[in-house]
T-cell receptor
Framework: GDSVTQMQGQVTLSEDDFLFINCTYS??????LFWYVQYPGEGPQLLLK?????NKGISRGFEATYDKRTTSFHLQKASVQESDSAVYYC?????????FGLGTRVSVFP | EAAVTQSPRNKVAVTGGKVTLSCNQT?????MYWYRQDTGHGLRLIHY???????EKGDIPDGYKASRPSQENFSLILELATPSQTSVYFC????????????FGPGTRLTVL
């Protein structure tokens, strides 16, 4: 079935570091892909969305590019802040809802 | 103003007891969803609904029922709770299925003893 893979369970950074989170997906079609972010005590919220039409999404300083050739959808940010500490989920569209990756916990220290 | 609310926020239940988790949305979205979140599994879809009166099974429906009596309300029912159902449960709403944003509630932490 359709799936997404996030291999990094945890990433620890200092402020102003570069953030890169790997995500690969497996489907037999070209789905819409999302990154959701979850802050402590809250539900997940949409960070950015990328469709096959636009291939790249940018939001709040984060950027993700949809690469059909390598079936990858990595998330990156040039300079993280302490407020970016959260769990980031790579998410795949499907007919009956969303398929979530396992999540990557990002901790940013001043 | 929160558009998706859940109640209760925390619940402790006994094994074999009945548990009802409630969700209300003011987004006027047709679709609503129930997920559970567990370490090592991410979020997994339990049940979803296309509108009032409709419920559909998601990926892990065993041991759960759902009820959608109105556009705004969607409940998750555990008729005979088990310790394996200890988890954090999230409700979400969305305009349509597939490639559309879902709006999540704050979650309910359920502990079954």
């Amino acid at each position: 079935g359709d799936s997404v893979t996030q291999m990094q369970g945890q990433v620890t950074l200092s402020e102003d570091d570069f953030l890169f989170i790997n995500c690969t997906y497996s489907t037999t079609w070209y789905p819409t892909l999302f990154w959701y972010v979850q802050y402590p005590g809250e539900g997940p919220q949409l960070l950015l969305k990328v469709t096959t039409a636009n291939n790249k999404g940018i939001s709040r300083g984060f950027e993700a590019t949809y690469d059909k050739r390598t079936t990858s959808f990595h998330l990156q940010k040039a300079s993280v802040q302490e407020s970016d500490s959260a769990v980031y989920y790579c998410v795949l569209e499907r007919a009956q809802g969303l398929t979530f990756g396992l999540g990557t916990r990002v901790s940013v220290f001043p | 103003e929160a558009a998706v609310t859940q109640s209760p926020r925390n619940k402790v239940a006994v094994t074999g007891g009945k548990v009802t988790l409630s969700c209300n949305q003011t987004n006027n979205h047709n679709n609503m969803y129930w997920y559970r979140q567990d370490t090592g599994h991410g979020l997994r879809l339990i049940h979803y609904s296309y509108g009032a009166g409709s419920t559909e099974k998601g990926d892990i429906p065993d041991g759960y029922k759902a009820s959608r009596p109105s556009q705004e309300n969607f409940s998750l029912i555990l008729e005979l709770a088990t310790p394996s159902q200890t988890s954090v449960y999230f409700c979400a709403s969305g305009v349509r299925t597939g490639g559309d944003e879902q709006y999540f509630g704050p979650g309910t932490r359920l502990t079954v003893l």
